[in-house]
Nanobody, 115 residues
Framework: QVQLVESGGGLVQPGGSLRLSCAAS????????MGWYRQAPGKQRELVAV???????NYADSVKGRFTISRDNAKNTVNLQMNSLKPEDTAVYYC?????????WGQGTQVTISS
């Protein structure tokens, strides 16, 4: 089993940056595909970015070129660097860990983009 704790959310102006972090514990971090999802009010949860055990990454079209996902297997963390933030990026961001049919979620962190 994996426990995930997100941090780094907050309020930032459009065009600003935030860095989200997710600390994982409880299992072998290296074995898990890690991802960030987000859910805006009244909308379904959507994939933002994913990073495989080998370090390959994939992004939602809406964040390509602005967001960067990375993982540090030595520290059991996955990060999401978010630049050029837009009001439409406002959402609760969730960290996800997946292995086969097993998946785990963090509690979420609020990101609000507003002037």
């Amino acid at each position: 089993q994996v426990q995930l704790v997100e941090s780094g959310g907050g309020l930032v102006q459009p065009g600003g940056s935030l860095r989200l972090s997710c600390a994982a514990s409880g299992s072998i971090f290296n074995n898990y595909v890690m991802g960030w999802y987000r859910q805006a009010p009244g909308k379904q949860r959507e994939l933002v970015a994913v990073i495989t055990t080998g370090g390959s990454t994939n992004y939602a079209d809406s964040v390509k070129g602005r967001f960067t996902i990375s993982r540090d297997n030595a520290k059991n963390t996955v990060n999401l660097q978010m630049n050029s933030l837009k009001p439409e990026d406002t959402a609760v961001y969730y960290c996800y860990a997946g292995q086969g049919f097993q998946g785990y979620w963090g509690q979420g962190t609020q990101v609000t983009i507003s002037s």
